[in-house]
């Protein structure tokens, strides 16, 4: 693997060995596990969108793993006064080990990992989130073991999570069923079940899935999306629907009361602190895969 942008560049083995090493950093993380995997390594953190768990658990998971993080906004580089991306994954492949990237463009960063001579991480495109979906199966892990055979259900708007649920998904065995309504649908299923009917999708599933109905670059929908996704709402009796031992997932940030209810987000089935916090570890496998030997 030497890019990480739609999460197809890894095979079943590799992702198998990467939540293997991300439970091994988990449990040794305060006994300095990993401290000298990045030693002597830079990497360019590029945030041309905001962000909370994507931006600070890659710039502390590099730091734990002994490199060091150079953080990046869109704003900050020539890139915003009309360099070229190619130009800018040039020059930064003469600095840096490694580039994480944030876009409002999928097209950027597919053109930045062209050109560039180092391993590219897509940390979020209006495509593809594939890094989430790396920490949604860690948590799944944890919470069930085997992953093979585990049915999450996603409700709400095929988007780039969705897309990125699909893909890594099918590539662990987990049957991913994905509830859209007509016009927020995935084009492609990429080996999802797609469906319109969220309690069918819901019906026997190990978990419940849901983002946000305004993403990144949709505010100007705002209105019309929070009307045609309220039906899909993941509320209590969604949950109920989905087998008694259903956990909730949401990569954050949320909205209590649109597309989650603020009972399931905080309850007792909610897996979503430990789904954050598995970012970091999955993200400092994924590093280390691309960077060392190991
Ligand atoms: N889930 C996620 O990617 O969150 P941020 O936008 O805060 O990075
Ligand atoms: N779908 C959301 C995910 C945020 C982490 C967005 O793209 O804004």
């Keep these: 693997m030497t890019n990480f942008i739609t999460g197809e560049e890894l095979g079943a083995f590799e992702l198998g060995k990467l939540l293997d090493r991300a439970a091994e950093l988990k449990a040794g993380r305060r006994d300095g596990v990993g401290r000298d995997s990045l030693a002597g390594r830079s990497i360019a953190l590029v945030f041309e969108k905001p962000s909370t768990r994507t931006r600070i658990s890659f710039d502390v998971g590099v730091a734990e793993l002994g490199g060091h993080g150079v953080m990046l906004r869109g704003d900050e580089l020539q890139l915003a006064r009309g360099e070229s991306t190619p130009d800018t994954a040039r020059v930064l492949s003469r600095y840096v080990d490694a580039i994480v990237v944030r876009s409002g463009s999928h097209e950027t960063v597919a053109a930045l990992a ?16 594939p890094c989430q979906v790396l920490a949604d ?18 409700v709400g708007d095929g988007n780039n999570v969705a897309r990125s649920l699909a893909i890594l998904g099918e590539l662990a065995g987990v049957e991913v069923v994905i509830a859209a309504p007509a016009g927020y649908q995935l084009e492609e299923s990429h080996g999802a079940k797609l469906t319109d009917d969220p309690r069918a999708a819901a019906a026997d599933a190990d978990a419940l ?5 305004v993403s990144m670059g949709d505010e100007e929908e705002a209105q019309r999306r929070r009307s045609d996704l309220a039906p899909f709402q993941l509320d209590a009796d969604l949950l109920a629907a989905a087998k008694d031992r259903a956990i909730v997932l949401h ?6 009361g649109e597309e989650i209810s603020a009972d399931v987000l905080y309850g007792g089935q909610s897996a ?21 030997d190991g």
């Design 114 to 129: 062209e050109a560039a001579e180092v391993p590219v991480v897509n940390g979020l495109t209006p495509l593809h989130h």
């Design 137 to 154: 199966l860690l948590t799944l892990r944890e919470r069930f073991g085997d992953l093979q055979g585990l049915r999450l259900a996603y």
């Design 209 to 213: 899935y849901t983002d946000v109905w």
């Design 251 to 256: 990569c954050l940030p949320a909205h209590p």
């Design 272 to 292: 979503v602190w430990d789904q954050a916090e598995n970012r970091l570890h999955a993200q400092k496998a994924l590093l280390e895969m691309l960077l060392t």
